[in-house]
């Protein structure tokens, strides 16, 4: 056995993609290869989802409003997003990474924790398993490079990812993990928003190392219980387990419109197909929700929510349909608005504990809706729709209908 | 409309409406109150279309008339006021001007025809009982209203008439509380009506005192002075459940426990329980409960209670916050628990109580 494996009593890697929707671009579009691209809504009122790194010396980034982007890039090409496709590749790339590891926390499309612990004998010293997945990564998506920190924790190895994009890969064994993340500073802390920055900063305390070298008691009485958090992260200790049944914390639909709208009939068709989209991803991920929120955005992009709680947890797009009716109701602004969405929140597991029910539910809608699942499951999503609802498949992916990824507790 | 009077006396009407005028209201003048004066009277009525209070006080007044102001500003005004201030009222165009002492405020107003309110009701039946009996009948079942079902007729209480029985139900799907009381005289009509939630919250709020309350129930409404106060609320439309079919009749066994130490021994439990799912685990052996909560931290909690029960051992599973409630609700020292088995409801009552019973249905842990 290598000497080197000796302090490994863990091994966890982060790998996450680099700026994925661009890259993607870059692939199946070799002219753009090379060139600093904007992936985005090019109606001049969306924003950058991902700049190639050929833009980023700009000081492009992501969510930044596409027209700033242009003004600071003017060379920029803007492509609009091809969600389909980046599924599909996240699909093939989220297969390879099983390969390397039965348990992987995927934390977004192209970003995923891998448990490695006890593999050496598969793949080697901690260095080769990186390598290796990279080069799987590379292989199997015919040339999108994947960035992959490897440490003893998840929060070391999430810095180590992002500590030399693109293509980068830093191992940091768990004993030196300490001495490695004590010059970063303290915005690399997990957590540390703003706020606790500035709080740092008034303590004085500038890096990691600063942070690990301080009285833990104090930070306790300066910022609370993220004070002895924060010290764990500092002395690189972080216990979290990799888990493969990530639970969503939310789901959630959303369209952007052809053209605004104030017409409630309008909206509520959009309502009714974002509350279809989001009931069948839960029933797929066997989860339920027990809150849903409508989510607005007017003309002036001035963004609205309402949300509200069910009394018992729901998968059933009717039920989310039917309180998202009366949520728009509650809304004061009379519109015109440019997007629609609808999210499922406080997500639990059908298998989890359940509160059953004193009265009979009508069951019937569920019985539709999953019979509707097997149809979409066999002959494709835009067989069946809903009379009334003017969706055509025509161009669907042109417009930034995203159905958004379920958001984790990521870090 | 101009009227002299102490701060007091006009604050006393606004706190008793103030509840029902709706921060976030979707008509602005639902964020009014009507001021209305008639001879020496000043009415105060506030309404979120669902519920309206009416609150009257004596003025001195030089002119009458009626008009609508913000009511939680007039009200703050009012609070912020020093006591015993005198305030004069005053409207002129469309401004309604406050003066107090040194102090002064022109507040907008709309106008009163457009404020919507419910004068008449087509009255069935008007039944008469004891506030305080009216009040504890209301407690023991308040808290299984639903919240927002999409379930509308849930989100209420049902009051049903059967001769000289006032019966008060309410169910959020996973609990139901019944609660009985005597009417003074016999019912006119047996009928059955849902009062919505809020309707139910101002209620208990303005109930307190010594005396009788008439409850009086028209097609579409429910009225009760109680006060100096008008209370009316809309009634749901809607067909509540068959409570009758959800009330166990098939128990095949008891617990009997001390209320009080049960009571204990879940609240301390429920700390360590799931704050999602406020699961416990009941543990059934001859003469002994056993209670025990975890959470995803891993943290347990486990309590060992002397019961009565002779049925077969048994593990079951409840939101905690469910059995609580009912335990609040039950008056007596004792307290019987009739279970079934793990996913048959659970019915709680007092050994003698006759007239008041809580259903719990179980969770899957």
């Known amino acids: ?411 | 409309m101009k009227l002299s009077a102490s701060r007091e006396t006009i604050l006393k009407p606004l706190r008793a409406v103030i509840g029902v005028v709706e921060r976030r209201q979707t008509m602005p003048i639902l964020g009014h109150v009507l001021l209305a004066v008639q001879e020496n009277q000043l009415s105060v009525t506030a309404t979120d279309l669902e519920v309206e209070l009416l609150a009257q006080t004596e003025v001195e007044t030089e002119s009458q008339g009626a008009i609508t102001v913000p009511g939680r500003k007039l009200y703050d005004i009012c609070r912020a006021l020093p006591e015993g201030a005198k305030i004069d009222l005053s409207v002129s165009g469309d401004k309604l001007t406050l003066k107090a002492g040194r102090s002064r405020f022109t507040l907008s107003t709309l106008r009163a025809v457009d404020f919507p309110t419910v004068e008449e009701i087509a009255t069935q039946q008007t039944l008469t009982t004891k506030q305080q009996t009216f009040q504890k009948l209301l407690e023991k079942t308040h808290f299984s209203m639903a919240q927002q079902d999409v379930r509308y007729y849930l989100n209420g209480l049902l009051l049903e008439t059967e001769d000289t029985t006032l019966r008060a139900v309410a169910t959020d799907g996973h609990r139901l509380a019944l609660s009985e009381l005597k009417l003074k005289s016999a019912a006119e009509k047996n009928e059955q009506v849902i009062v919505p939630r809020k309707g139910v919250l101002e209620l208990q709020r303005l109930l307190n005192d010594e005396g009788d309350v008439d409850l009086t129930i028209g097609a579409g409404h429910i009225r009760v002075h109680l006060n100096g106060i008008r209370f009316t609320s809309k009634l749901i439309d809607g067909r509540f459940p068959e409570y009758n079919k959800v009330v166990p009749n098939d128990i095949k066994s008891v617990i009997t426990a001390n209320r009080g130490l049960l009571r204990q021994a879940l609240q301390r439990a429920s700390i360590l329980s799931n704050e999602k799912y406020r699961g416990v685990r009941l543990d059934l052996g001859e003469n002994n409960l056993n209670i025990k909560a975890n959470n995803p931290e891993q943290e347990e909690a486990e309590e060992t209670l002397e019961v009565e029960y002779d049925g077969p051992s048994m593990e079951i599973g409840f939101n905690v916050n469910y059995l609580l409630d009912a335990l609040s609700a039950v008056d007596e020292d004792q307290v019987q628990l009739g279970l079934s088995d793990a996913n048959s409801s659970c019915l709680i009552k007092g050994p003698t109580t006759k007239n008041a019973k809580f259903v719990v249905m179980p969770m899957r842990l």
């Open chain 1, 1 to 411: 056995m290598n000497n080197a494996l000796h302090n490994w009593d863990r091994i966890v890697i982060h790998a996450d993609m680099d700026s994925f929707y661009a890259a993607v671009e870059q692939l199946d579009d070799p002219g753009l290869q090379g060139h600093p691209i904007l992936v985005g809504s090019n109606s001049g009122r969306g924003v950058v989802l991902t700049a190639s790194y050929e833009a980023r010396p700009f000081g492009v980034g992501s969510g930044m409003p596409m027209a700033q982007a242009q003004r600071l890039c003017p060379d920029a090409l803007i492509v609009p997003p091809r969600f389909k496709r980046y599924q599909e590749l996240s699909t093939i790339i989220m297969t390879v990474f099983s390969d390397f590891s039965p348990i992987v926390e995927p934390l977004s499309l192209d970003e995923a924790f891998l448990e490695m612990t006890g593999s050496e004998g598969l793949f080697g010293e901690p260095k080769n398993m990186g390598r290796q997945l990279k080069e799987a990564v590379k292989t199997a998506t015919q040339g999108l490079t994947v960035s992959v920190g490897v440490s003893g924790s998840k929060y070391v190895a999430k810095v180590a990812s992002g500590f030399a994009k693109p293509d980068g890969l830093t191992v940091v064994p768990p004993t030196a993990a300490r001495r490695w993340l004590a010059p970063l500073p303290v915005s690399k802390l997990w957590g540390a928003g703003e706020k606790t920055q500035t709080r740092f900063a008034a303590m004085g305390l500038k890096t990691i190392g600063d942070v690990a070298n301080s009285n833990p008691s104090l930070l306790v009485k300066q910022l609370g219980n993220a004070g002895s958090h924060f010290y764990s992260l500092s002395c690189a200790k972080d216990a979290r387990k990799v888990k493969s049944q990530h639970t969503a914390k939310s789901i959630g639909s959303e369209h952007t419109l052809d053209r605004d709208t104030r017409h409630p009939r309008e909206i509520k068709n959009y309502l009714r197909r974002s509350a279809d989209a989001v009931a069948r991803r839960l029933r797929n991920k066997g989860l339920i929700a027990a809150g849903v929120r409508v989510k607005l955005k007017t003309s002036e992009f001035q963004l609205l929510t309402r949300q509200e709680h069910f009394d018992e947890p729901t998968d059933v797009a009717d039920i989310l349909y039917k309180k998202a009716s009366v949520l728009l109701s509650a809304f004061q602004h009379s519109g015109p608005f440019r997007l629609v969405g609808v999210t499922a929140f406080d997500l639990r597991t059908v298998k989890g504990p359940l509160q059953l029910s004193l009265l009979k539910r009508d069951g019937r809608e569920r019985r539709l809706e999953s019979t509707l699942d097997k149809i979409a499951e066999r002959f494709g999503e835009d067989v069946v729709h809903r009379a009334g609802d003017p969706k055509t498949t025509l161009g669907a992916d042109l417009v930034a209908n995203l159905d958004f990824l379920d958001n984790t507790e990521g870090m």
